[in-house]
């Protein structure tokens, strides 16, 4: 049995409240605390397995503090070369965003990206200092109008480009016309966009989170890592974009360095041949483990055991059903009648796209 951690629960969890729920440091730390137990009743159940897959080295230690003792193997996740090795198309970006100037952020638009505190730092510290520089988001996602409201206060809207949703297939277009990939969240298991825009050899500023971002980011080699929360965190984000931005040699230089470590650790090859060893020795782990194994029993043994664990998973998720459910009725999660969701799309349907995509631009 091979288990794979993918989310990280205490960074998450208080995000399905509803935003007035939210607001509220109670609820966040109660659910947080919720968040960690669970966290130490998932060490348990990864014991009964033979291996346990994270996608950072971070997580190495942190589940070893919480009693993960079977093998831990870290395996991140895989670039599809036949996506973004693509000749990019023209370029996607407004006409009037300077090259050498595009600052771009891909993500989906919830609060755990913290994209609030990534607009803030560019109004605040970054265009300011530079009046060419442009900040793009691609995405979409319950918080999108808070962010494009967010925007429209900053002061500087008219450089600021909100996208929506493009295909996947697309974005190698973006990456390839963009100067610098930008980052605020802290909780990631690995960060998909931070490993293609590597790939496509756009170096990136992003805060330190010892989680997934800071698996992929080598500072002051493919990027530069902040460290979060701190009084000279967001002049350092912005210092570090502005260095980026103002010396084509030094960007070159980590375009070429993130390039290089994305092959060398994200290329399909690389990770099915690390999925091939984890099988093998997961297949030893458990020969050793189980002397008799379930196999060798009576189907009646075999299909007693089965409903045992049928009966423990329906009645478990049954109840967080039932939770989930609960909070959706009375408006206390993100997908109640109260809640953000219903809010995004209802002012989605009344803004015209000119309004989301900030004003109208020149084609000239």
Same mark, same amino acid.
């Given at each position: 049995?091979l288990?794979?951690?993918?989310?990280?629960?205490?960074?998450?969890?208080?995000?399905?409240?509803?935003d007035r729920?939210?607001?509220?440091p109670?609820?966040?730390?109660?659910?947080?605390?919720?968040?960690?137990r669970?966290?130490?009743?998932?060490?348990?159940?990864y014991? $009964?397995g033979d291996t346990?897959?994270?996608?950072?080295r971070h997580f190495?230690?942190y =589940?070893?503090q919480?009693?993960?003792?079977?093998?831990? #193997?870290?395996?991140?996740?895989?670039i599809d070369p036949?996506?973004?090795d693509?000749?990019?198309g023209?370029d996607?970006?407004p006409?009037?965003?300077?090259s050498?100037?595009?600052?771009?952020v891909?993500?989906?638009?919830?609060? #755990?990206?913290?994209?609030?505190?990534?607009i803030?730092?560019?109004?605040?510290?970054?265009?300011?200092a530079?009046?060419?520089?442009?900040l793009?988001?691609?995405?979409?996602?319950f918080d999108?109008?808070n962010?494009?409201?967010?925007?429209q206060?900053?002061?500087?809207f008219?450089r600021?480009?909100?996208?929506? #949703?493009v295909?996947?297939?697309?974005?190698?277009? =973006?990456?390839a016309?963009?100067?610098?990939f930008?980052?605020t969240?802290?909780?990631?298991?690995?960060?998909?966009?931070?490993? #293609?825009?590597l790939w496509?050899?756009?170096?990136?500023?992003?805060?330190?989170?010892? $989680?997934?971002?800071?698996h992929?980011?080598?500072?002051?080699v493919?990027g530069f890592?902040?460290k979060?929360?701190?009084?000279?965190t967001?002049?350092?984000f912005a210092?570090?974009?502005?260095?980026?931005?103002?010396?084509?040699?030094l960007?070159q230089? $980590?375009?070429?360095a993130? $390039?290089?470590?994305?092959?060398?650790?994200?290329?399909?090859?690389?990770?099915?041949?690390?999925?091939?060893?984890?099988?093998?020795?997961?297949?030893a782990?458990?020969d050793?483990?189980? /002397?008799?194994?379930?196999s060798?029993?009576?189907?009646?043994?075999?299909?007693l055991?089965?409903?045992g664990?049928l009966?423990? =998973?329906?009645?478990?998720?049954?109840?967080?059903?039932?939770?989930?459910? /609960?909070?959706?009725?009375?408006?206390?999660?993100?997908?109640?009648?109260?809640?953000?969701?219903?809010?995004?799309?209802?002012?989605?349907a009344?803004?015209k796209?000119?309004?989301?995509?900030?004003?109208q631009r020149?084609?000239?």
């Amino acid at each position: 049995v091979l288990n794979t951690h993918t989310v990280h629960l205490p960074t998450h969890s208080h995000n399905v409240l509803s935003d007035r729920l939210n607001a509220n440091p109670k609820a966040q730390a109660f659910v947080r605390r919720l968040a960690d137990r669970a966290e130490l009743n998932f060490a348990k159940l990864y014991n $009964m397995g033979d291996t346990l897959i994270v996608q950072s080295r971070h997580f190495v230690d942190y =589940w070893r503090q919480r009693g993960v003792t079977i093998p831990i #193997e870290v395996v991140g996740r895989p670039i599809d070369p036949n996506k973004f090795d693509a000749q990019p198309g023209s370029d996607p970006f407004p006409a009037d965003f300077a090259s050498g100037k595009r600052l771009l952020v891909v993500c989906r638009h919830d609060r #755990e990206k913290r994209l609030d505190h990534l607009i803030d730092i560019f109004a605040e510290h970054l265009a300011p200092a530079d009046p060419e520089l442009t900040l793009t988001l691609i995405g979409d996602g319950f918080d999108h109008s808070n962010l494009v409201k967010h925007a429209q206060e900053s002061g500087v809207f008219d450089r600021i480009h909100f996208t929506g #949703e493009v295909k996947h297939g697309q974005l190698v277009d =973006w990456y390839a016309h963009a100067d610098l990939f930008v980052y605020t969240s802290v909780s990631e298991t690995f960060g998909n966009v931070v490993n #293609e825009a590597l790939w496509c050899g756009l170096p990136v500023v992003a805060l330190d989170d010892r $989680m997934g971002v800071a698996h992929q980011v080598v500072n002051e080699v493919n990027g530069f890592l902040i460290k979060p929360d701190q009084h000279f965190t967001d002049e350092g984000f912005a210092a570090a974009c502005l260095l980026l931005t103002r010396s084509e040699t030094l960007r070159q230089k $980590m375009s070429q360095a993130a $390039m290089r470590l994305s092959r060398a650790n994200s290329h399909p090859d690389v990770t099915l041949s690390r999925f091939e060893k984890i099988y093998g020795e997961a297949k030893a782990h458990c020969d050793k483990a189980i /002397t008799e194994p379930l196999s060798g029993a009576s189907r009646l043994r075999q299909a007693l055991v089965l409903a045992g664990h049928l009966a423990t =998973w329906t009645a478990v998720n049954g109840v967080l059903l039932a939770i989930a459910h /609960t909070m959706t009725r009375f408006g206390a999660g993100r997908d109640g009648a109260e809640s953000q969701h219903a809010e995004v799309l209802a002012n989605l349907a009344q803004q015209k796209p000119s309004t989301l995509d900030g004003p109208q631009r020149s084609a000239a």
